[in-house]
């Protein structure tokens, strides 16, 4: 019997990618996004398209239910790769725009963990993958709204990993630097912008999008089970290390 799995952010360019990945191994992905023109095509290599918001308790229900059917009872793992990037000071920045930011990139990733986490506690566990960024653990300028909301769920997931640890229930992070996504293209079309980027990151280039993806396939996969509440830093270094 194949695994299943759930990737909420499915039309995330990164989300696509992972998708891939898991059905090239023989496995049921159900893909729960937003934009179905993006991932329409992977219906033929076998996955299932839920149309939904992140934020929508109902539609991300139903997802998970589906993925439960699909493995006969049991999800094996759920990514989620819902995001946004918002890069300005905070005294230009209303509440409403900080709110905004932090119900995508936090208060979705916080369904998520509960929904998905009752789920695996009822059906002897899972893995979880949830997406932070380099600004959760490193003060960038005018990066205060997206900080905030990133630092929640590198914070969240250290929390739900120790709560669900002795229930089988396996939850880490990603936490890219800049990475060559739709996201990022517009901060990328500056090659001012992408060159003081550069600069910025040890080993000088901005990531690549499968990079981040196997990652995050090899936490949902194969990576040990010991391995829980940990966030992976692929940021070129630049979260750690000078040079």
Known sequence: MSNSYLIVGGSSDIGIIVAKILLEKGNHVTLYARD????KDLESLGASIIIGDALDNDGLTQAIEHTLEKGDGKIS????LVGSIMIKPPHAMTVETFNEVINTNLTTAFLTLSLGGK??????????VFTSSVAGSL????????AAA???????IRSAAATYAKR????????PGLTETRLAENLL???LVRDASEKMIPIKRINRPEEIAKSINWLLTDAPDNFTGQVLHLDGGMSEILV
């Open 150 to 156: 990133k630092g929640g769920v590198e914070s969240m």
């Open 189 to 191: 079309r500056s090659d």
């Open 139 to 146: 003060g960038l300028i005018n990066h205060e709204a997206i």
């Open 119 to 128: 789920t695996m506690l009822r059906n002897g566990g899972g893995r979880m």
């Open 77 to 80: 793992g759920i990514a989620h």
């Open 36 to 39: 179905e023109t993006r991932v």
């Open 168 to 175: 089988g229930v396996r939850i880490n992070a990603v936490a």
